[in-house]
């Protein structure tokens, strides 16, 4: 289901894409760190980078999270999409565009869109100081060096249960949806890239939700990236 964009979202999302770029234009060859996330349905995907940007973000360093709907908000607007290139010089461009024809091995009727997503989360995540989550953005940045990809995962009875509390459903029901989620989260990926994003190597760390609460995880990522002196 499309997420109702009302005009506020909108002008949000606006905002966003014009912070986003000033601050590539500022940023002049200076690579920060960003993060994508991963995760199963029904793992804690948004708290966990939530908590990241929470913590990340002092005084005037801000982290932004940029949900998978948001950057295909931006991705279907012209406008947003001009901005973002004109944001990058030439030779970025020209080598963006040659890396997602490499990576894009299959063209399917809305390959273009995909193009455009991969694109500017590709652009956006350059800037650093972002947490992307899904979008297959491990698969997009894997060869990024400013990226730390990270994807949660947890058993299907823990998962099953949280589905069903958080959608007052039951656990038959919740299981079809985890299921059916799953499938399109993975199919999506796969149908351009030909690759899994369930694939262990496209991650720098992998994390059992049902092992660890948000703060744990959290603190997990903070070590590990602090421990690739990313941070």
């Given at each position: 289901m499309k997420p109702i964009i009302t005009p506020k979202i909108?002008?949000?999302?606006?905002?966003?894409?014009?912070?986003?770029?000033?601050?590539?234009?500022?940023?002049?060859?200076?690579?920060?760190?960003?993060?994508t996330?991963?995760?199963?349905?029904?793992c804690q995907g948004f708290p966990l980078a939530n908590t990241i940007s929470a913590r990340l973000s002092s005084g005037k360093t801000?982290?932004?999270?940029?949900s998978s709907d948001m950057l295909k908000e931006i991705s279907e607007k012209?406008?947003?999409?001009?901005?973002?290139?004109?944001?990058v010089n030439e030779s970025y461009r020209?080598?963006?565009?040659?890396?997602?024809?490499?990576?894009i091995s299959k063209k399917p009727s809305d390959y273009t869109r995909f193009k455009i997503i991969a694109q500017n989360l590709k652009i956006i995540g350059d800037k650093g100081n972002t947490i992307i989550v899904g979008s297959g953005?491990?698969?997009?940045?894997?060869?990024?060096?400013?990226?730390?990809?990270?994807?949660?995962?947890?058993?299907?009875?823990?998962?099953?249960?949280?589905?069903?509390?958080?959608?007052?459903?039951t656990e038959v029901e919740a299981a079809n949806l985890v299921e059916e989620r799953n499938l399109?989260?993975?199919?999506?990926?796969?149908r351009f890239t030909n690759k899994d994003i369930a694939d262990p190597s496209f991650y720098h760390l992998i994390l059992r939700n049902d092992f660890f609460s948000v703060d744990e995880m959290a603190d997990i990522v903070l070590h590990a990236m602090k421990a690739r002196k990313m941070l």
């Open positions: 909108d002008r949000s999302i606006a905002f966003q894409v014009r912070k986003i770029s000033g601050d590539i234009r500022k940023a002049k060859g200076k690579r920060k760190p960003a993060i996330i991963s995760r199963e349905f029904g801000e982290w932004s999270v940029l012209n406008e947003y999409n001009r901005e973002l290139m004109e944001s020209s080598q963006l565009q040659q890396d997602l024809d490499v990576l953005g491990a698969v997009v940045a894997q060869n990024q060096e400013n990226f730390f990809h990270v994807r949660v995962t947890g058993s299907l009875s823990f998962r099953v249960n949280r589905v069903a509390e958080l959608f007052n459903i399109l989260r993975r199919d999506f990926i796969y």
